[in-house]
């Protein structure tokens, strides 16, 4: 899976965001769902849209 930006963001903006992404890889999550979930998160927390609505996932997991 590939992470990537729509938009410029400014790169001191998500960190709190991309703390919260990475955790919950590390906690099992798929890129797509932990991306999902903090954008979820972030949105309900106040963060501006700019800052959490520029990230899309491309790709994923090739189930056998």
């Not at 590939?2 to 991309?18: G, T």
């Not at 991306?35 to 963060?47: F, Y």
């Amino acid at each position: 899976s590939v992470v990537a930006a729509l938009w410029k963001v400014d790169d001191a903006a998500p960190a709190a965001f991309w703390v919260e992404v990475h955790e919950r890889i590390g906690r099992g999550a798929s890129p797509a769902s932990a991306l999902t979930a903090a954008q979820r998160s972030s949105r309900a927390s106040g963060m501006s849209a700019a800052v959490w609505a520029a990230f899309t996932v491309v790709g994923g997991l090739v189930q056998a």
